[in-house]
């Protein structure tokens, strides 16, 4: 458009040229070159898409080649467009490093859950699925789209039912199967895990009657044995 003057500059010019900006951040080279202005003006007027090399974000490659598009129709409407693109891919970026992170918590408490945390490692492994459900909770939020985010949120919350079940918190585990149950009611392992639940309650009923009657014949014992 600048170098038509029949052609009024928009704010899609605007965009072009931080489109070329970019371009040079990514190459640390010109988007047009050429062995003389001629060369490089033809380029500029033909603006054919640029291929990226493997060590740019491929993202941002598809936002600089957009913003520098021959068509103005085919660029962002105007700047804010532009670092809405950007702004978008550096969530996407900050999400996929959560992610990452998030998993080597939940890979740690996988590990802890295997050698039978018992009560006095508690505080540990309640911490790490602390920090597992914030980083999960925190990517399904900031991009929604990410795969991995949610199936680690649910193995963190099995995790925390098979621990608290295996110490006999019965009330703790009903509150996470109930959150589960009120986030995601469809999956796959929300039913075994409520059986799992069910028959640990019955066991530590069926102990506590027992427990009880052990009770009542040792005080009726004591009884006897004062009596005479």
Known sequence: EMLS???????RTDVYLLGCILHEIL??????????????????????????NENVPPALGIIANKAAHRDPDERYQNAKDFRKAIDVHLSHYHAMDLLNSTKEKLASLE????????????????????????????????????????????????????????????????R?????????????????????LKEVENKQHES????????????EELQKRKKE
């Open 27 to 52: 190459t640390l080279e010109l988007r047009h070159q050429g062995d003389n202005l001629k060369e490089m003006i033809d380029k500029a007027l033909v603006s054919e898409p640029y291929e990226y």
């Open 176 to 196: 996470i199967i109930r959150l589960i149950r009120d986030t995601q009611p469809a999956w796959n392992r929300l039913a075994d895990l409520a059986a799992l």
């Open 111 to 174: 590990e802890l859950y295997e050698k039978k945390t018992t009560k006095r490692q508690g505080f540990k492994f309640h911490e790490i699925a602390y920090l597992c459900r914030f980083g999960f909770q925190r990517v399904e939020k900031i991009a929604p789209d990410l795969e991995g985010a949610q199936a680690g949120l649910l193995r963190t919350l099995e995790l925390q039912v098979l621990f608290e079940l295996e110490l006999g918190q019965i009330e703790a585990a009903k």
């Open 208 to 219: 506590n009657e027992l427990s009880t009657q052990i009770q009542y014949k040792l005080m």
């Open 5 to 11: 003057p029949d052609v009024p500059l928009t704010r």
